[in-house]
């Protein structure tokens, strides 16, 4: 008679890895995967279009220096993170105090403005009647209230009237490219900062019981601690991808999502990209998808959308932006980190160089200029009039002049800010409602979600992904 068989643990085939694919390599997407590369069994591909990772938060190299695409500095708001991300980065981080100014009203003020700020910056006059009208306005939505159908009405209720048109309202227009009656009152409760300046007046007002009904995010706080690196912004994301790296992960640059095969159930079965460059596709298995590219382009891949669906995602469109990074023949251009201004061409000018930034040659200095535009613009192909008045603007500003401009370098982000246009609530449930049907897919992030977070915001929301997928999983984080 034959013996039964004898089995050991190792007769048995291991378990299959769960491939998890991560769309999109910005802050968001880095910090998902770093949260499952960490996990035995888990098998984590990133797939990110730019040539670096970091998104929209990152720098490039262009010649002898880096350039951010923008202003950003690791927060320490989200203290777990901020540790996480320090230990990655070593002794090549280091903290910086913030400095940050407005140019408004003729002068320099701290960033984010102060009551008394906002006193030596209204003549006394319109000062009385823009207090008047915030009184009016609080008082007038506590026995009235009334749900604010746009930008405009939300920002009159916050602030009256009066300090609305002195204060907000061709800023707001002349950054967006249309009136704020078109754009979203939920714009002023998810992006817009709370004008500190005018805060005290309102906890006065609430002594007395008459408090906020509309309300707004709440402004970055005067003295915090930020962390920067010597090579800039890029730093950061960098090390994020060599830990991922590091511990196995998979990270695709120069590589466009192009199609997302679903399987008869629905499930997003393989994700295919292909490099910019060599043309060449990848496909890659996926048992779940994290999404943090624009929706957009996460719903130009997948196949059989419904009409409407298509249609919806049309309505939710993105506000560009031009960066341009001046090499300038000077120690120091800015007396801070970043400047605001209300009135120029560009609304945000960055130093990094006092940040810490190293700079070649020593004795210059980069500057990092922020405009808004549309794709096609004069203001996104920097035509030589965009860039005769961004230099009139720096001389008036006694920034640089003409003659102290060594180069001069233009860098693009395409879907730079999510547009709240009035109405586009309604669309963007409807593209929610869908990629709910897709079961093992979630999208998240500033693109993916469509929505406003900080950095450190948009890597917390990357990490509860993650964790959602590990409990899924049987792998809690």
């Known amino acids: 008679m034959e013996s039964p068989a004898t089995f050991s643990p190792a007769s048995f085939p291991p378990a299959r890895p769960v491939r998890v694919v991560v769309l999109g390599g910005g802050p968001c997407g880095l910090y998902a995967a770093r949260r499952l590369v960490e996990h035995p069994g888990v098998e984590v591909t990133v797939v990110e279009k730019e040539a670096v990772p970091g998104g ?47 140019r408004w009203a003729g002068s320099f003020y701290r960033y984010p403005l102060q009551f008394a700020d906002m006193i030596k910056g209204i003549p006394p006059w319109t000062l009385a009647k823009c207090v008047t009208g915030l009184m009016i306005a609080q008082a007038r939505q506590k026995f009235f209230p009334k749900v604010p159908k746009n930008a405009e009405e939300a920002l009159q ?13 061709d800023f707001t ?24 300046a005018v805060d005290m007046i309102k906890k006065m007002l609430a002594k007395v019981g008459i408090k906020d009904s509309v309300k707004a995010v709440e402004s970055a706080l005067l003295e915090e601690t930020l962390h920067y690196a010597r090579t800039g912004a890029e730093a950061m994301p960098r ?38 460059e060599t043309g060449v596709e990848h496909r890659i298995e996926a048992d779940h998808v994290i999404n ?28 560009p932006i031009t960066i341009h990074g001046l090499l300038v023949n000077k120690p120091k251009c800015l007396d801070a980190l970043y400047i605001y201004y209300r009135e120029r061409i560009f609304h945000r000018i960055g130093d990094p ?19 808004t535009c549309e794709v096609g613009d004069e203001k996104w192909n920097a035509t030589p009039a965009v860039r005769d008045r961004i230099m009139a603007d720096l001389e008036a500003e006694n920034i640089c002049t ?59 929301m990357g990490a509860k992904a993650a964790d959602a997928i590990l409990k899924d999983c049987g792998r809690p984080g």
């Open 173 to 196: 227009e002349r950054y967006w490219g249309f009136p704020t009656t078109e754009l979203s009152a939920t714009f002023i409760t998810s992006k817009m900062p709370r004008l500190t």
């Open 353 to 371: 160089k006092n940040a810490g930034l190293t700079i070649t040659p020593a004795d210059h200095s980069v500057l990092i200029i922020e405009t």
């Open 239 to 276: 090390h994020l991808a060599r830990f991922i790296t590091d511990r196995g992960g998979r990270i695709h640059l120069h590589s466009a999502v192009s199609a997302l095969e679903r399987g008869a159930d629905g499930r997003v079965v393989a994700v295919r990209c292909r490099h910019a």
């Open 292 to 319: 943090t590219v624009p929706l957009k382009h996460l719903l130009g891949a997948i196949e059989a959308v419904p009409a409407a669906v298509s249609e919806a995602v049309r309505h939710l469109q993105y506000k």
């Open 402 to 460: 003409r003659g102290q401009i060594v180069e001069w370098h233009v860098m693009h982000a395409e879907t730079g800010y999510p547009v709240f246009r009035l109405g586009f609530e309604s669309h963007h449930e409807a593209v929610k409602d869908f990629l709910k049907t897709i079961p093992n897919l979630k999208t998240t992030g500033r693109q993916g979600g469509f929505c406003y977070p900080n950095m450190h915001s948009a890597m917390r």
């Open 56 to 102: 929209l938060a990152t720098s490039h190299r262009r010649g002898e220096n880096f350039y951010d695409l923008g202003t950003h500095m690791l927060h320490e708001f989200d203290r777990e993170i901020c540790d996480d991300i320090l230990a990655m980065m070593g002794d090549e981080s280091f903290p910086v105090e913030l400095n940050a100014k407005i």
């Open 157 to 169: 209720q916050l602030y009256g009237d009066m300090l609305y048109r002195f204060f907000f309202k």
